[in-house]
């Protein structure tokens, strides 16, 4: 099974590129910087990496990529990124990032986007990797804050694909960002959202009904809700799940328990990512098996997972095509 999932071509709806920043590379960027971080080994750092809510990662998270500033740390983090997706059969990926957790340190938008964007031919060139970018907006800092990224995006909008939502859920509900999320779209933006991960229900029905999501980044807490269940199903809105995250930020209790195949009996088309690899132990092959081993999933599940990522991408209707 193990080697099933291996081989099969796969895509990949939700993830942080910097949350793929790997301890190593943190270290070796932090050193050509001459930035303290407070590791010394490798075995410091998977101590640190022991969560007990989004929060406690977040500061976590938020710290290490303090240590990104030039346009060559973002071209290198998404290389190692993209070198981790050759090597797990990933041949479409949407990579998530977060302008505000750079530009709030002083970096420029375009030191961030030139590095990625670099990194992003050389994937395409060198492994045949296909990428799209989303551009996600911090949730806990104010709507004004995502229109200033919004505006610093627009030279570079042909670059970006999508807009989402990401950071601490709870207490910054998605119609915080009705306004923006408007003014995204009309750029030509896809909206998508983090909803449902810690949060309640009534966030996923904003998130929908308000912002308008094209997709749902999370969305397991919609099994608390029938008739909403029932809507996402209607409106065949597919859910990027998370299984190895969940279980690290302990929205899961254990494995055994995790969500994904009561969404797949309900009709709901989720998909498998990885969220933040780095921090939660594993790329996409690995939260595959996770999620395999635990729920006892057959192949037919697999393909069924792995088919919605290719038909709920964001990738175009001929792309479609060669990759279904
Ligand atoms: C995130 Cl797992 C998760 N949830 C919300 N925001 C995030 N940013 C990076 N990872
Ligand atoms: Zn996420």
Redo the contacts with the bound molecule.
């Keep these: 099974m193990n080697d099933f999932i291996a081989a099969l071509p796969k895509a990949e709806l ?1 993830l ?1 590129i910097e949350g793929s920043f790997e301890p190593e590379l943190m270290f070796e960027i932090a050193q050509r910087n001459q930035i303290e971080i407070p590791y010394k080994t490798i075995d410091e750092v998977k101590k640190a990496y022991q969560f007990s809510c989004l929060q406690d990662f977040l500061d976590i998270y938020y710290a290490g990529a303090g240590v990104l500033i030039h346009e060559q740390d973002f071209y290198d983090l998404a290389m190692a990124y993209y070198q981790k997706c050759y090597e797990n059969n990933v041949i479409h990926t949407e990579i998530m990032f977060d302008p505000q957790t750079h530009t709030e340190r002083g970096i420029a938008f375009e030191t961030v986007i030139n590095g990625l964007q670099k990194a992003r031919l050389e994937a395409k060139e060198k492994w045949g990797i296909n990428s799209l970018f989303i551009m996600s907006y911090l949730r806990h800092l104010s709507e004004e804050s995502a229109f200033e990224t919004l505006k610093q995006s627009l030279p570079y909008k042909d670059l970006i694909t999508s807009v989402g939502l ?1 950071s601490s859920e709870m207490g910054n509900p998605p119609i915080k960002f009705k306004n923006v999320f408007e003014a995204s779209v009309k750029e030509g933006y896809i909206p998508v959202a ?1 909803a449902g991960e810690e949060g309640p229900t009534e966030y996923i029905w904003e998130a929908i009904d308000v912002l308008k999501v094209a997709r749902i ?1 999370h969305g397991n807490r919609c099994l608390e809700d029938e008739n909403l269940v029932n809507e996402i199903v209607k409106r065949d809105l597919a859910l990027t799940v ?1 299984p190895l995250s969940n279980l690290e930020l302990r929205n899961t209790d254990v494995m055994t328990n995790h969500p994904l195949k009561k969404l797949l009996d309900k009709g709901i088309k989720a998909t498998v990512n990885s ?1 933040d690899p780095a921090y939660f132990g594993g790329y996409m092959n690995a939260n595959f098996v996770a999620v395999q081993e635990a729920l006892n999933l057959s192949k037919e599940d697999i393909l069924t997972l792995v088919k919605n990522s290719f038909n709920y991408s964001f990738a175009t209707y001929e792309q479609k095509k060669i990759y279904l």
Excluded: N, R, Y
């Design positions: 939700h942080h990401d983090h980044d998370c969220d």
